[in-house]
């Protein structure tokens, strides 16, 4: 082998021909190109190596080797050492597709032209995101649904396969899918701790749970445990395994609630009672028999058959039930069912009152003073009885050996003697009602006393109004020396008292006659006759006279031009005086007026405070008065000043009232008429006055 060196190698092209290509090649013995340099005038086209053997191998010891163009290799490169690159690896014929460096330790790989990936430099994995927040961040730009899909060749690789974790991109609810027919289960410690198989059945301590949710083991819930079905009762079972064990849930305890009997509700299987426990030292509060009957404080039933509750308690000063509200509403707290209806209920009203309904009519009531109102809501005694009957309180007697069928009230004293208020007794089968004894061993009042006092609160100085003893009856101050006072109705319907002696000689009656006779009362000297009466008419509790009719003074000495000494009316009434004349539109402010007549005399008063108008030069009248006068010279009237404010400017201004006339005319103290506009007239001005005249 011989080597030639050469310090400088120089090929030049010939400038006559830029188009033909010049080459420098190196040989080997048997012609095959090892080397070669292609170019034209404008530069090296191409640098050629050309080897037998599968490695290239540039070996530079002074430094790296750099290429400025592009590298193009046909078969495989092999690299022993670093490459670097300064952005990205292209796709050959697809551009937009790479894998780039856009960052100190960043990696990110993109398709069509977009980053689908990047890792970033604390190694968080992003995808959809160029701004990883956890190790894994998969990020769907758009209001679309964002999935993580695991799938293997049983489950196939369809978009329904596998296990899915789905964001939805409506609302960011998050979904674990199981798309197929399995179980999905977790775990903590290497252990199932909850299943929720392909029927949706949730197990937790089972792997094969029977109903939407199946608990092997101990539950226990802080707050509120609801059992919800929406096509039937929501329910909760215990259930011992063998049906034969009593199933419990323990409410209270200490510790985690777990493993007490503090608080236990027992719900015993098969025929067994339920029992409700409050606390060991109390033993057992509450139980429900397998027959449905009710027990507090007992274990068995001394009821009668049948009997549904029993309460009991054995300590001393308690054993009651307690049933309350909130608020102050009124509400029915025992109800009282038949056939699916209330029958009945007990309950409390607004204002601490115990009410007593049948069905849903209140028929007695215990207000808060302890009044009984039976018919009514206001009892204003001990006991109140109302009702639209005539029959409202009955008492009878069962006595089967007493044919008079006695029955009654009776009053007792300190020391037990009882005394008969009211008997009912039928002797020979007629019906008689006894004030006092009539019957039956108790004692009987000698006289029975009314009284009465002016103050309803009051608990001294009452005064007998009425006494009945064995004279008969004592009114007032008066003693009853054997003289009676008898009250009947009669057949007309009407009331009356009579005035009789011992002899039965009637001397005198009042009589009250019904509503269709108007409330007349008659006053007359015979019993058999209604002459020589006297009639008065009650209207709304006055004393009216009949027409025609009125109070005579004909007992009284008599003048020497006396007409009439029977006063026939009495009136009281108001007035509005008005201007009539004198002023034009008047308006007013603080004007009234009063009048009282006594049989034909008509007394007035009026006051009048003009605030508006016109005045004009017209004679000044006030009408309104409520009676026109008389049509006689003796019934016309006048009126004086009570006040006049300066009306007349020191000028007297004197008031007439003509017959047949329901005004007040004005006039000048010397005659003449007084207008609207004389003086200081009428207008912002008050006058008071008083007069009177005859009808």
């Given at each position: 082998m011989s080597t030639l060196?050469?310090?400088?190698?120089?090929?030049?092209?010939?400038?006559?021909?830029?188009?033909?290509?010049?080459?420098?090649?190196?040989?080997?013995?048997?012609?095959?190109?090892?080397?070669?340099?292609?170019?034209?005038?404008?530069?090296?086209?191409?640098?050629?190596?050309?080897?037998?053997?599968?490695?290239?191998?540039?070996?530079?010891?002074?430094?790296?080797?750099?290429?400025s163009g592009s590298v193009t290799?046909?078969?495989?490169?092999?690299?022993?050492?670093?490459?670097?690159i300064a952005d990205k690896i292209v796709h050959i014929?697809?551009?937009?597709?790479?894998?780039?460096?856009?960052?100190?330790?960043?990696?990110?790989?993109?398709?069509?032209?977009?980053?689908?990936?990047?890792?970033?430099?604390?190694?968080?994995?992003?995808?959809?995101?160029?701004?990883?927040?956890?190790?894994?961040?998969?990020?769907?730009?758009?209001?679309?649904?964002?999935?993580?899909?695991?799938?293997?060749?049983?489950?196939?690789?369809?978009?329904?396969?596998?296990?899915?974790?789905?964001?939805?991109?409506?609302?960011?609810?998050?979904?674990?899918?199981?798309?197929?027919?399995?179980?999905?289960?977790?775990?903590?410690?290497?252990?199932?701790?909850l299943r929720i198989d392909s029927s949706g059945n949730v197990g937790i301590g089972t792997d094969n749970p029977a109903t939407p949710l199946h608990v092997e083991g101990n539950i226990r819930a802080d707050g509120h445990l609801i059992a919800r079905n929406p096509s039937a009762t929501g329910q909760i079972f215990i259930q011992s395994d063998d049906n034969t064990y009593s199933a419990s849930i323990n409410v209270g305890g200490t510790g985690n609630g777990l493993g007490y009997t503090t608080g236990q509700l027992y719900f015993n299987s098969e025929a067994k009672d339920v029992i409700f426990n409050t606390k060991t030292s109390a033993g057992e509060s509450l139980r429900i028999t397998s027959s449905g009957v009710l027990l507090v404080g007992l274990t068995n039933s001394v009821g009668e058959g049948g009997t549904p509750i029993d309460l009991n308690s054995t300590e001393v000063g308690r054993g009651y039930i307690n049933l309350s509200r909130d608020d102050t509403a009124a509400a029915d707290h025992i109800l009282f069912g038949k056939n699916g209806s209330i029958a009945a209920s007990v309950g409390t009203d607004t204002t601490n009152t115990l009410v007593f309904k049948t069905g849903t009519t209140e028929r007695l009531r215990i207000d808060s003073s302890g009044n009984i109102g039976?018919?009514?809501?206001?009892?204003?005694?001990?006991?109140?009885?109302?009702?639209?009957?005539?029959?409202?309180?009955?008492?009878?007697?069962?006595?089967?050996?007493?044919?008079?069928?006695?029955?009654?009230i009776t009053g007792q004293n300190y020391v037990g003697d009882k005394w008969s208020i009211i008997q009912t007794f039928s002797p020979s089968g007629s019906n008689q009602i006894y004030y006092g004894s009539a019957d039956g061993g108790y004692r009987g009042a000698t006289t029975h006393y009314f009284y009465v006092n002016s103050d309803p609160n009051a608990t001294t100085g009452h005064t007998e109004a009425l006494r009945i003893n064995s004279n008969g009856i004592e009114v007032g101050s008066y003693t009853n020396s054997g003289n009676t006072v008898l009250f009947k109705t009669d057949d007309n319907n009407t009331t009356r008292i009579n005035f009789y002696d011992n002899n039965n000689t009637e001397g005198c009656y009042l009589k009250a006659e019904g509503i269709t006779n108007g409330g007349i009362f008659r006053m007359g000297r015979r019993w058999d006759t209604d002459t020589d009466k006297i009639s008065f008419n009650m209207v709304d509790g006055t004393i009216g006279v009949p027409n025609g009719g009125g109070l005579s003074?004909?007992?009284?000495?008599?003048?020497?031009?006396?007409?009439?000494?029977?006063?026939?009316?009495?009136?009281?009434?108001?007035?509005?005086?008005?201007?009539?004349?004198?002023?034009?539109?008047?308006?007013?402010?603080?004007?009234g007026g009063s009048y009282t007549k006594i049989g034909n005399c008509v007394l007035f008063t009026f006051r009048m405070q003009c605030n508006g108008g016109t005045e004009v030069g017209s004679q000044l009248r006030i009408g309104g008065l409520p009676y026109?006068?008389?049509?006689?010279?003796?019934?016309?009237?006048?009126?004086?000043?009570?006040?006049?404010?300066?009306?007349?400017?020191?000028?007297?201004?004197?008031?007439?009232?003509?017959?047949?006339?329901?005004?007040?005319?004005?006039?000048?103290?010397?005659?003449?008429?007084?207008?609207?506009?004389?003086g200081n007239g009428v207008v912002n001005e008050t006058m008071h006055v008083h007069g009177q005249y005859f009808v």
């Open positions: 060196r050469v310090s400088n190698i120089e090929a030049k092209a010939d400038v006559s021909s830029p188009t033909v290509d010049e080459k420098i090649k190196f040989t080997n013995s048997s012609g095959n190109v090892l080397f070669h340099l292609d170019g034209k005038t404008s530069g090296i086209t191409t640098v050629g190596i050309n080897t037998t053997g599968n490695t290239f191998t540039v070996n530079n010891t002074t430094g790296d080797v750099s290429f290799s046909s078969g495989v490169s092999t690299f022993t050492s670093d490459v670097s014929g697809d551009t937009n597709t790479a894998i780039r460096f856009p960052a100190a330790d960043t990696i990110t790989a993109e398709t069509g032209g977009t980053e689908r990936l990047r890792i970033t430099s604390s190694g968080s994995v992003g995808i959809g995101t160029d701004n990883a927040s956890r190790k894994l961040h998969i990020h769907e730009s758009s209001a679309t649904n964002t999935y993580l899909q695991l799938s293997n060749s049983t489950t196939g690789s369809g978009t329904d396969d596998g296990f899915q974790i789905v964001c939805t991109g409506s609302t960011g609810q998050v979904s674990l899918i199981q798309r197929e027919n399995q179980p999905l289960t977790f775990q903590t410690n290497n252990q199932e701790r039976i018919g009514t809501d206001n009892p204003d005694g001990k006991l109140a009885v109302t009702g639209n009957g005539y029959n409202q309180i009955n008492i009878a007697s069962n006595n089967t050996a007493n044919n008079n069928k006695l029955a009654g003074f004909a007992a009284t000495s008599d003048a020497g031009g006396m007409t009439s000494e029977l006063l026939d009316d009495y009136e009281e009434g108001t007035w509005t005086p008005t201007i009539v004349q004198g002023v034009t539109s008047p308006t007013y402010t603080n004007t026109s006068s008389g049509g006689t010279a003796q019934r016309q009237g006048g009126a004086s000043w009570n006040y006049s404010d300066n009306i007349g400017n020191s000028i007297t201004v004197e008031m007439h009232i003509p017959t047949n006339s329901t005004q007040i005319y004005f006039y000048h103290s010397n005659g003449g008429t007084w207008n609207g506009n004389a």
